[in-house]
């Protein structure tokens, strides 16, 4: 019998609660069981990375369960090879520890991860990977959460916890929308999760679909590897130069909302934005009514901060087309009417949380439509039974860094009140 089974058998015999809860677990299946003495964080992105980190500081075990074979996934298998950090590293840093002061301003896809991998290997963060969380659920008889987890080879393990943290973000699946005729198209249709680089659309005509960050990156790309982009706007959007007056604008941003309303800033980033690249809307980049930041606190859209694009899109490298309506053999048909052939098209629509596909004792902090908290940042973090989320501000990595340590502060005044909870971490497996 394993030593740390034994440890638990023995707190057994004083507290008749706890074995008449634990023999319940154990029989309830065939399933191979893991009692966690600490909390359960899922998703081992930047966020859950954060969260374990901050209770390690606090000396609070946790297990962090990724269905991935690496860390950040997200960053290091969909991401495009020219992509940076759209912010300034210190809006990006990860609680406890900075960048190297040697990176750049915008560091790379590449320092980035190298960043997060030395961030996991300073505090011993090690991810269970290729383990999907198919199942969560807060047990009310037993008063724990139950993770249920299937891994690589289809064995299938249920994690035992008292706390539960969701650090599985905004962008946890890709946004594929349903265009009339796709099947009829017989070119190459992908989203973004799955481009890489503009070289093998050389000398192509492509049609990225989406003007956010990414589509505008996209379209840039595919002009330096020679390809012939056109971008799909079917909405308005802000525009804004990544600099403003010899600032980062998001961090000018922050400073001016410091002392101004937030209608205020919003003029200014209008005024100077239009200073600076000239009237959006003569390019077919209509700007929304509300400001960039009004728009962004209400709708969670981010403004676009310009690399270089716009300059393309003037000098009529990157051509701006309406919706589409339906699709035809290597051809688009536009709501307006025209048609046009295209060899490619990317899909720059985005990613969706996939909360509401695992965990099903969530309604009450996480909305069934969207997979988001239903409380707003700075209070959406907490939910009730030891529920947490991380990674759900429409912040960002600055978001998660605000949460994080306040999700380890909580767990770890429950953790030292508990004393029961010192025990080792311990694996069950029932019997067939």
Same mark, same amino acid.
């Given at each position: 019998?394993?030593?740390?089974?034994?440890?638990?058998?023995?707190?057994?015999?004083?507290?008749?609660?706890?074995?008449?809860?634990?023999?319940?677990?154990?029989?309830?299946?065939?399933?191979?069981?893991?009692?966690?003495?600490?909390?359960?964080?899922?998703?081992?992105?930047?966020?859950?990375?954060?969260?374990?980190?901050?209770?390690?500081?606090?000396?609070?075990?946790?297990?962090?369960?990724?269905?991935?074979?690496?860390?950040?996934?997200?960053?290091?298998?969909?991401?495009?090879?020219?992509?940076?950090?759209?912010?300034?590293?210190?809006?990006?840093?990860?609680?406890?520890?900075?960048?190297?002061?040697?990176?750049?301003?915008?560091?790379?896809?590449?320092?980035?991860?190298?960043?997060?991998?030395?961030?996991?290997?300073?505090?011993?963060?090690?991810?269970?990977?290729?383990?999907?969380?198919?199942?969560?659920?807060?047990?009310?008889?037993?008063?724990?959460?139950?993770?249920?987890?299937?891994?690589?080879?289809?064995?299938?393990?249920?994690?035992?916890?008292?706390?539960?943290?969701?650090?599985?973000?905004?962008?946890?699946?890709?946004?594929?929308?349903?265009?009339?005729? =796709?099947?009829?198209?017989?070119?190459?249709?992908?989203?973004?999760?799955?481009?890489?680089?503009?070289?093998?659309?050389?000398?192509?005509?492509?049609?990225?679909?989406?003007?956010?960050?990414?589509?505008?990156?996209?379209?840039?790309?595919?002009?330096?590897?020679?390809?012939?982009?056109?971008?799909?706007?079917?909405?308005?959007?802000?525009?804004?130069?990544?600099? =403003?007056?010899?600032?980062?604008?998001?961090?000018?941003?922050?400073?001016?909302?410091?002392?101004?309303?937030?209608?205020?800033?919003?003029?200014?980033?209008?005024?100077?934005?239009?200073?600076?690249?000239?009237?959006?809307?003569?390019?077919?980049?209509?700007?929304?009514?509300?400001?960039?930041?009004?728009?962004?606190?209400?709708?969670?859209?981010?403004?676009?901060?310009?690399?270089?694009?716009?300059?393309?899109?003037?000098?009529?490298?990157?051509?701006?087309?309406?919706? =589409?309506?339906?699709?035809?053999?290597?051809?688009?048909?536009?709501?307006?009417?025209? =048609?046009?052939?295209?060899?490619?098209?990317?899909?720059?629509?985005?990613?969706?949380?996939?909360?509401?596909?695992?965990?099903?004792?969530?309604?009450?902090?996480?909305?069934?439509?969207?997979?988001?908290?239903?409380?707003?940042?700075?209070?959406?973090?907490?939910?009730?039974?030891?529920?947490?989320?991380?990674?759900?501000?429409?912040?960002?990595?600055?978001?998660?860094?605000?949460?994080?340590?306040?999700?380890?502060?909580?767990?770890?005044?429950?953790?030292?009140?508990?004393?029961?909870?010192?025990?080792?971490?311990?694996?069950?497996?029932?019997?067939?």
């Amino acid at each position: 019998m394993d030593y740390c089974l034994r440890e638990i058998e023995g707190k057994q015999l004083h507290d008749p609660l706890f074995t008449e809860k634990m023999s319940k677990i154990k029989s309830s299946s065939s399933l191979r069981y893991v009692w966690v003495t600490g909390p359960v964080i899922v998703g081992a992105g930047p966020s859950g990375l954060a969260v374990a980190a901050c209770l390690k500081e606090r000396g609070v075990p946790s297990i962090v369960l990724e269905r991935s074979n690496c860390i950040a996934s997200l960053w290091q298998l969909k991401t495009y090879d020219r992509l940076r950090l759209h912010l300034p590293k210190n809006f990006c840093e990860l609680p406890i520890m900075g960048f190297p002061e040697e990176f750049p301003t915008y560091p790379t896809k590449q320092q980035f991860i190298d960043y997060l991998e030395k961030y996991a290997e300073k505090f011993d963060i090690q991810p269970r990977f290729n383990e999907t969380v198919k199942h969560a659920e807060y047990d009310r008889v037993l008063g724990f959460w139950r993770v249920r987890t299937v891994g690589g080879k289809g064995e299938e393990t249920e994690y035992v916890c008292q706390w539960l943290v969701v650090a599985t973000g905004e962008n946890a699946e890709a946004v594929v929308p349903e265009i009339e005729g =796709m099947g009829e198209f017989g070119g190459d249709i992908r989203h973004t999760s799955l481009y890489k680089s503009g070289a093998e659309f050389k000398e192509k005509k492509v049609l990225v679909v989406g003007c956010g960050n990414s589509g505008m990156e996209v379209c840039l790309d595919l002009c330096h590897h020679s390809a012939k982009p056109s971008l799909v706007v079917r909405d308005t959007v802000h525009v804004l130069p990544r600099k =403003m007056l010899g600032k980062s604008t998001f961090g000018l941003s922050m400073w001016l909302l410091k002392w101004l309303p937030i209608r205020l800033v919003d003029e200014f980033l209008l005024v100077v934005s239009r200073l600076v690249l000239g009237d959006t809307s003569r390019l077919g980049l209509d700007r929304p009514q509300l400001g960039p930041l009004q728009l962004k606190n209400m709708s969670g859209k981010t403004p676009v901060l310009d690399v270089g694009t716009l300059a393309k899109i003037k000098s009529g490298d990157i051509k701006v087309c309406p919706g =589409m309506k339906r699709l035809k053999r290597h051809t688009v048909e536009f709501v307006d009417g025209k =048609m046009e052939k295209f060899d490619a098209i990317i899909l720059a629509t985005g990613y969706k949380s996939n909360v509401p596909s695992w965990l099903k004792e969530g309604g009450e902090m996480f909305s069934e439509k969207d997979g988001l908290p239903k409380t707003p940042f700075p209070n959406g973090w907490k939910g009730e039974s030891g529920l947490y989320a991380v990674g759900f501000t429409k912040r960002g990595i600055l978001g998660a860094s605000i949460d994080a340590p306040k999700i380890a502060q909580h767990i770890h005044s429950c953790w030292i009140s508990q004393p029961k909870h010192s025990f080792p971490t311990i694996s069950i497996q029932s019997p067939p």
